[in-house]
Structures are given as structure tokens and as C-alpha cells.
């Protein structure tokens, strides 16, 4: 006779809350943990994250932050999936250690990206670390392709001797939504049919941080969306981190840099963190010359289908992370 066992169900996705952050907390940070211990790192732990990145995180995602409870009632998966336009990434999305290998990840895979198909995204991905083996496996026989890096670079900088930065959120409301029109003109310009609008308005009405502008003779060359909220819960801010930056050309991404350290600078925060893919080679060697150090890197997935496509000019720096 076969030993009885229970029921081991996942009943969901129903969307995450502001009131499962705690519960979304305990997930991620037990499942990471799990993940770099399996790859050899026993000593780390994963730290919670900050309760107002999850905040932002789960109205960025809007009905696409869902999760997965258990027989009792306890999470035990979820998938945040994020849509800015024709462009769609999931993360992050675990799954509890002790139902992990039954399943449970293909089905919060495969539901965020039939939503993420059904709202009519262009482009569908993720990250993930590079030496996992396991992962890059794994989504790949959900039809994911392995792509370029984004190499998390970060430069320690003098809080004095920069110009004042050009914040939108100081911007008399009349100019804040012309600002903002323009902002999405330029990223429809470069990647057609994307609009970061969205976190911008969060990012500020949330108090995470703001945009610094790059004004020319002909309009706004350039925006960089910054965070300076500390990532992990209970820490106090150490630094300042790029989540966007679109630049019309070269020399507008060097002075959207600029600007953005001139922001750190503002808020006395001397690091700063950009996320740089490697198809923005220029951009990559740019931000070495100017003193940045490789403190980490990601692995770049894409759906079959969906592929991510560097636009023919400018740069379009996305972080694929919350």
C-alpha cells in the first residue's frame, strides 16, 4: 500500500498586496538564500528587502504582481511581472524552497508570461545570475534565450563641484507634465512603443527618489530615473540607483551621468549605481573611463519571439530589477 500524503497544492495567482510584503519578504529571502547556498555561498544570507521598494515594485506591476498561496493559506510563490509599454520583465519571482522541483516554478513562470503576452508586450524577459547553471536551464525549456550581460557598475564620488541637477519633481506643475510628455517622446523615439512614465510618477509621488533632466537647444536630450531609498530593510541610504536612463545620443548619456551623480551629490550620497546592458558597448567603456568598478553581473534572458533590440541610436539603459 502506498503511504498517505497530503495534498500539496498551489492555489493562485490572485495579485499580491501591499498586506503580503512581510509574507513576499520571508519567500525571497528564503529562497535566495537556498539558491546561493546551492551554488557553493553558505555563508549568505539574503537580506529582506525594503517594505517601500515592494511597495513600488507591487503598483508598478499593478495586476501583474501575483502570487501563489498554500494549503494553509501561507505564500509560497510569486511572480512580479512588469509591463512599460511593448516592453515586459519579470521580477523578482521565487518560489519556497519546500516546493521548489514539483512544478510550481514552470507554473509561475508560464502565467506571468501568458499575461505578459496577453498585454501586448514586444519584448519579454528577465534576469539572472550567471553561474547558476540551474536557472539559465531551467528557463530555458520555457522557451527563454540566453542575451547579453548587465554588469551592475558602481563609482564613489566627490559630493562637491557638480552643477545643480535638473530634478523633474521640481519642475512648476505646468513644465512637470510638459517634462513628462517629453520624457516619453524620447523613449518612444528610441524604442518605439516603451513609456517609463509610469515609474517616474511613482518614484516620486512614493518619495523613492526623482529624474534629472538633460535640456538641449532642441528639447530634453536625456532622462535618468534614480532610486536612493536603501535596498535592503533597515539599512540607511548608501547609494543612489539608476533604474532608467535614455539618452539621445553619446554625448547626451554623458551629461545624463553627470547629472545623475550631481543628484546623488544633492542628496549627500556619495555611491553610484548603474546597471549597464552590454550591448551599450560605448556606454560600457564610458562609465570605466569615468572611475566605475564591476561589482556584479546578470544574465539576460528573452522569450523566443521576444527579443530585446538595442535601438539604431542613443541609449536605453532598463534595469531589470526592482
Not at 498585454?119 to 527563454?144: A, C, H, K
Request: hydrophobic share 40%; proline share 5%; glycine share 10%.
Amino acid at each position: 500500500m502506498r503511504a498517505w500524503l497530503p495534498e500539496r497544492r498551489l492555489d493562485g495567482p490572485v495579485r499580491a498586496t501591499e498586506a503580503d510584503i512581510e509574507a513576499l519578504n520571508r519567500v525571497f529571502a528564503d529562497a535566495f538564500t537556498d539558491r546561493y547556498r546551492r551554488d557553493g555561498l553558505v555563508g549568505v544570507r539574503v537580506p529582506y528587502l525594503n517594505p517601500q521598494v515592494w511597495r513600488y515594485a507591487l503598483l508598478d506591476a499593478g495586476d501583474g504582481a501575483m502570487l501563489w498561496r498554500d494549503e494553509s493559506g501561507k505564500v509560497a510563490a510569486f511572480n512580479i511581472a512588469h509591463r512599460s509599454g511593448r516592453e515586459g520583465w519579470m521580477g523578482p519571482l521565487a518560489v519556497r524552497p519546500d516546493r521548489q522541483a514539483a512544478g510550481a516554478g514552470k507554473t509561475v513562470v508560464q502565467t506571468a508570461v501568458d499575461w505578459l503576452v496577453e498585454q501586448g508586450v514586444g519584448t519579454l524577459g528577465l534576469e539572472t545570475m550567471p553561474r547558476t547553471v540551474d536557472n539559465i536551464g531551467f528557463y530555458s525549456r520555457l522557451g527563454f534565450t540566453p542575451g547579453r550581460l548587465t554588469v551592475t557598475m558602481t563609482n564613489d564620488i566627490t559630493t562637491r563641484g557638480h552643477r545643480a541637477p535638473l530634478l523633474w519633481s521640481q519642475r512648476p506643475p505646468a513644465q512637470r507634465d510638459a517634462a513628462l510628455a517629453a520624457a516619453r517622446d524620447l523613449v518612444d523615439a528610441l524604442a518605439p512603443g516603451t513609456d517609463y512614465t509610469r515609474e517616474l510618477e511613482l518614484t516620486v509621488e512614493l518619495g523613492l527618489g526623482d529624474t534629472a533632466l538633460v535640456e538641449g537647444k532642441g528639447g530634453l536630450e536625456a532622462f535618468v530615473l534614480w532610486h536612493s531609498v536603501p535596498l535592503a530593510e533597515g539599512r540607511g541610504p548608501d547609494e543612489v540607483r539608476i533604474l532608467k536612463l535614455v539618452a539621445r545620443d553619446e554625448r547626451a548619456f554623458t551629461a545624463a551621468v553627470a547629472a545623475a551623480e550631481a543628484a546623488a551629490a544633492r542628496a549627500g550620497i556619495r555611491r553610484v549605481s548603474f546597471r549597464c546592458q552590454t550591448n551599450y558597448e560605448d556606454a560600457y567603456r564610458r562609465l570605466i573611463e569615468r572611475g566605475y568598478r564591476v561589482r556584479w553581473t546578470d544574465l539576460r534572458m528573452t522569450l523566443e519571439g521576444y527579443a530585446e533590440r538595442a535601438p539604431d541610436r542613443g541609449v536605453v539603459l532598463s534595469n531589470w530589477e526592482i
